[in-house]
Nanobody, 129 residues
Framework: QVQLVESGGGSVKAGGSLRLSCVVS????????MAWFRQVPGKEREGVAT????????YYADAVKYRSTISLDKFKNMVYLEIDNLKPEDSAMYYC??????????????????????YGQGTQVTVVA
């Protein structure tokens, strides 16, 4: 059974940075895409970033492009998301995610198919102006 445990969230001033971590068990992160999503109460969960471990290809939502980095540690079976120059609109619950079954399309397509993913419990990020 796949388990994803996120950490690293918190309250930070606008312009600051955060590095979120995700410990993955029951699933080898190199076997398929990994992703980060976020959700604000009352809104749909949205994709933030994906990574294809086989070749390191990454994909980012426009809202965080050029100021975010998704990465992974194959030995620790962990996934990370760093966001720089944080903005108040980045405030959300952030979730690490992995496909429940083999995903054969581009990792970026997971943004449009959030229902195929297993999520962790999330870590809250609050950005104050």
């Amino acid at each position: 059974q796949v388990q994803l445990v996120e950490s690293g969230g918190g309250s930070v001033k606008a312009g600051g940075s955060l590095r979120l971590s995700c410990v993955v068990s029951g699933y080898t992160i190199t076997s398929n895409c990994m992703a980060w999503f976020r959700q604000v109460p009352g809104k749909e969960r949205e994709g933030v970033a994906t990574i294809y471990p086989a070749n390191g290809d990454t994909y980012y939502a426009d809202a965080v492009k050029y100021r975010s980095t998704i990465s992974l540690d194959k030995f620790k079976n962990m996934v990370y998301l760093e966001i720089d120059n944080l903005k108040p609109e980045d405030s959300a619950m952030y979730y690490c995610a992995a496909p429940r079954a083999s995903w054969t399309s581009r990792c970026s397509a997971l943004f449009r198919n959030p229902q195929v993913l297993t999520y962790g419990q999330g870590t809250q990020v609050t950005v104050v102006a």
